[in-house]
T-cell receptor
Framework: QKEVEQNSGPLSVPEGAIASLNCTYS??????FFWYRQYSGKSPELIMS????GDKEDGRFTAQLNKASQYVSLLIRDSQPSDSATYLC?????????????FGRGTSLIVHP | EAQVTQNPRYLITVTGKKLTVTCSQN?????MSWYRQDPGLGLRQIYY???????DKGDVPEGYKVSRKEKRNFPLILESPSPNQTSLYFC?????????????FGPGTRLTVL
């Protein structure tokens, strides 16, 4: 059974701070890793994808992957109230590069002014 | 506008009454999938389709059927709904179903089975 674990939160940070979201996964054969943002009552929206060890930066977002530790994280710099949402970690283990993801339960982030 | 649409957006029904939730995408995507989202359980894949007439089970397929007769449409069928199928359902699509493809989600269908 492939598992993806996230702290459900809520994680509360002040505006302008760095929010750090973490995710661990069980399947060592996992190939690709995704962070989605989901506002309440809305559909998930892809923020970042990462495929190799290390850091990947996109604007205020940085994804970090450590396959040896089976750990992926998302850093949000200069957090804004509009970042308040649930963040879903998804791990893909589809054969042949296909997309068959396992999602974590999500971490609720609250950015307070 | 490129999008994934689902209908209905909200549905309240009774146990055993067959229903279909439609999903359509206008991006010529080959890959489509269905998820359900439940509090405390996260998003779980029900079925996916890599192309027309090609479907496969996800993690929680029991009680559901799908069909893919046209590239743009991927309906989810509940032949005999039960209360444990009360959930928020999302359809999604991507270009070729590769793990590097961006997946686009529909707006969701909130289903209540009494």
């Amino acid at each position: 059974q492939k598992e993806v674990e996230q702290n459900s939160g809520p994680l509360s940070v002040p505006e302008g701070a760095i929010a750090s979201l973490n995710c661990t996964y069980s399947d060592r054969g996992s190939q690709s890793f995704f962070w989605y943002r989901q506002y309440s009552g809305k559909s998930p929206e892809l923020i970042m994808s990462i495929y190799s060890n290390g850091d990947k930066e996109d604007g205020r977002f940085t994804a970090q992957l450590n396959k040896a530790s089976q750990y992926v994280s998302l850093l949000i710099r200069d957090s804004q109230p509009s970042d308040s949402a649930t963040y879903l970690c998804a791990v893909n283990s589809g054969p042949g590069g296909s997309y068959i993801p396992t999602f974590g339960r999500g971490t609720s982030l609250i950015v307070h002014p | 506008e490129a999008q994934v649409t689902q209908n209905p957006r909200y549905l309240i029904t009774v146990t055993g009454k067959k229903l279909t939730v439609t999903c359509s995408q206008n991006m010529n995507h080959e890959y489509m999938s269905w998820y359900r989202q439940d509090p405390g359980l996260g998003l779980r894949q029900i079925y996916y389709s890599m192309n027309v007439e090609v479907t496969d089970k996800g993690d929680v397929p029991e009680g559901y059927k799908v069909s893919r007769k046209e590239k743009r449409n991927f309906p989810l069928i509940l032949e005999s709904p039960s209360p444990n199928q009360t959930s928020l359902y999302f359809c999604a699509s991507s270009l070729l179903g590769r793990h590097t493809d961006t997946q686009y989600f529909g707006p969701g269908t909130r289903l209540t089975v009494l």
